[in-house]
């Protein structure tokens, strides 16, 4: 399975990530590194997550954080 990740979300990772350098440097790193750990691994796991709340997707929750990764999987 491969990744694809949509303009709209990478542009969303980037958002993150800029904020959290400004804001909160100390939790950037760690924080990154989770958001990119737990979506790598849907190439593993795609079923991994919870039905999402539009119909076809799928959703996983990163706790202790405000994200959501929304995702589809295709064959």
Do not use: N
Not at 12 to 36: A, C, G, N, V
Not at 55 to 63: A, H, K, S
Request: charged letters at 30%; aromatic letters at 10%; zero cysteines.
């Amino acid at each position: 399975m491969r990744i694809r990740w949509t303009p709209a979300a990478a542009a969303d990772l980037q958002s993150i990530s800029d904020y959290l350098k400004e804001h909160h440097p100390r939790y950037r790193d760690p924080t990154m590194r989770k958001l990119y750990g737990t979506i790598r691994a849907l190439k593993e796991w795609p079923g991994r997550g919870r039905p999402g709340r539009e119909e076809g997707t799928r959703e996983i929750l990163f706790p202790h954080t405000p994200y959501v990764a929304v995702y589809r999987v295709r064959e």
